[in-house]
C-alpha cells in the first residue's frame, strides 16, 4: 500500500517531509521514456531546500544506447581528430583534393575521385582499357597516329573534342586528320604520353587525367593535344584558365590507330 504520509513525492528524495503526497502531483512526476523524455517536477516543499537541488536536477537526456548528447559531441570530435591524424600520414605525392586556385591551403573542397574499375599509376593517372588492341605496341620513339576526344569531367563533363566524324552541335563538319605525335619527344601532356606508351595497335584507352599531369599552366597551347575546333577551344580555355572553384580533371578516349 502508498504511504501517503512519508513522502511528498513518487520518486525517492533525500529528506522526508511531513506533507501527504499530492497523487495528481505524482501522476505528473512520471520519468522519461523510449519515445519522449519529460523532466521530473518534484513537489515545492522539497525541492525549493538548496540542499535537495542537486538531488532533483533533471538528467541529461539520452538515446537508446544511453549516451547523452555530450558523449555524443566528444565521440565525433575524437573521431574527426583520428581521421585528420591519419590523413596526415598519407603521400604527398596523393593530393586529398582536387586542386581549385580558390581553395588552395583549405583542409575542404571537391574530395578526389578513384573509380574503382580503372587502374591508378603513380603519377595520379587512372585508365581504363575499353578495348586492348593487337599487334606492335607503342614504345619511346614511336611515331604514333591516334583518334581522341576530350571532355572537362571535373566540370559537367562538357565536351571539348569529338572523336572522328563528329557529328551534332558546334563539332559537325568534314573528318578532322588524326593527330601525330613521337612519344618520349614531351609535345603533348604528361598523362597523354603515359597513356599511349604500351598501348597495341587498334587499342582503345579511356584515362582520368588530374590537373597536375594535365595542361602544364593550365593552357593547351603550351603542349598538345589541342581541340580541333573553336568551340572546343573555348569550352577547355575556360575551364583551365579560371581561378575560381572548378575541378580541372579531365577524361580522354585515346584509341591508337596505326604507327608510323
Same mark, same amino acid.
Given at each position: 500500500?502508498?504511504?501517503?504520509?512519508?513522502?511528498?513525492?513518487?520518486?525517492?528524495? @533525500?529528506?522526508?517531509?511531513?506533507?501527504?503526497?499530492?497523487?495528481?502531483?505524482?501522476?505528473?512526476?512520471?520519468?522519461?521514456?523510449?519515445?519522449?523524455?519529460?523532466?521530473?517536477? @518534484?513537489?515545492?516543499?522539497?525541492?525549493?531546500? @538548496?540542499?535537495?537541488?542537486?538531488?532533483?536536477?533533471?538528467?541529461?537526456?539520452?538515446?537508446?544506447?544511453?549516451?547523452?548528447?555530450?558523449?555524443?559531441?566528444?565521440?565525433?570530435?575524437? #573521431?574527426?581528430?583520428?581521421?585528420?591524424?591519419?590523413?596526415?600520414?598519407?603521400?604527398?605525392?596523393?593530393?586529398?583534393?582536387?586542386?581549385?586556385?580558390?581553395?588552395?591551403?583549405?583542409?575542404?573542397?571537391?574530395?578526389?575521385?578513384?573509380?574503382?574499375?580503372?587502374?591508378?599509376?603513380?603519377?595520379?593517372?587512372?585508365?581504363?582499357?575499353?578495348?586492348?588492341?593487337?599487334?606492335?605496341?607503342?614504345?619511346?620513339? %614511336?611515331?604514333?597516329?591516334?583518334?581522341?576526344?576530350?571532355?572537362?569531367?571535373?566540370?559537367?563533363?562538357?565536351?571539348?573534342?569529338?572523336?572522328?566524324?563528329?557529328?551534332? %552541335? %558546334?563539332?559537325?563538319?568534314?573528318?578532322?586528320?588524326?593527330?601525330?605525335? +613521337?612519344?618520349?619527344?614531351?609535345?603533348?601532356?604528361?598523362?597523354?604520353?603515359? #597513356?599511349?606508351?604500351?598501348?597495341?595497335?587498334?587499342?582503345?584507352?579511356?584515362?582520368?587525367? @588530374?590537373?597536375?599531369?594535365?595542361?602544364?599552366?593550365?593552357?593547351?597551347?603550351?603542349?598538345?593535344?589541342?581541340?580541333?575546333?573553336?568551340?572546343?577551344?573555348? +569550352?577547355?580555355?575556360?575551364?583551365?584558365?579560371?581561378?575560381?572553384?572548378?575541378?580541372?580533371?579531365?577524361?580522354?578516349?585515346?584509341?591508337?590507330?596505326?604507327?608510323?
Amino acid at each position: 500500500m502508498l504511504d501517503t504520509t512519508s513522502r511528498c513525492c513518487g520518486h525517492s528524495a @533525500p529528506r522526508l517531509c511531513d506533507r501527504p503526497v499530492n497523487l495528481e502531483n505524482l501522476q505528473s512526476h512520471r520519468s522519461f521514456s523510449e519515445s519522449s523524455w519529460r523532466p521530473l517536477r @518534484p513537489a515545492k516543499c522539497c525541492a525549493d531546500k @538548496p540542499e535537495n537541488q542537486r538531488a532533483f536536477a533533471s538528467p541529461p537526456p539520452t538515446d537508446r544506447l544511453g549516451i547523452n548528447r555530450r558523449q555524443v559531441v566528444e565521440l565525433a570530435a575524437g #573521431a574527426v581528430l583520428l581521421k585528420a591524424q591519419d590523413g596526415s600520414t598519407a603521400s604527398a605525392a596523393e593530393p586529398k583534393y582536387e586542386t581549385m586556385d580558390a581553395l588552395k591551403g583549405k583542409d575542404y573542397g571537391k574530395a578526389r575521385t578513384k573509380y574503382p574499375d580503372y587502374t591508378m599509376t603513380e603519377s595520379g593517372l587512372q585508365y581504363q582499357d575499353l578495348r586492348p588492341g593487337s599487334g606492335q605496341q607503342a614504345q619511346s620513339g %614511336s611515331l604514333c597516329e591516334v583518334d581522341w576526344d576530350g571532355y572537362t569531367i571535373g566540370y559537367y563533363g562538357r565536351p571539348f573534342e569529338a572523336r572522328n566524324k563528329p557529328k551534332g %552541335s %558546334s563539332f559537325t563538319g568534314d573528318d578532322k586528320d588524326f593527330f601525330k605525335f +613521337t612519344l618520349g619527344d614531351h609535345s603533348v601532356i604528361p598523362a597523354f604520353e603515359e #597513356a599511349v606508351s604500351g598501348m597495341k595497335i587498334g587499342g582503345i584507352r579511356r584515362i582520368v587525367v @588530374p590537373p597536375e599531369i594535365g595542361y602544364p599552366d593550365n593552357d593547351f597551347r603550351k603542349q598538345g593535344p589541342v581541340p580541333t575546333t573553336f568551340s572546343g577551344k573555348r +569550352t577547355l580555355d575556360f575551364v583551365l584558365k579560371n581561378h575560381g572553384m572548378i575541378d580541372k580533371t579531365l577524361l580522354f578516349d585515346i584509341e591508337l590507330i596505326k604507327i608510323l
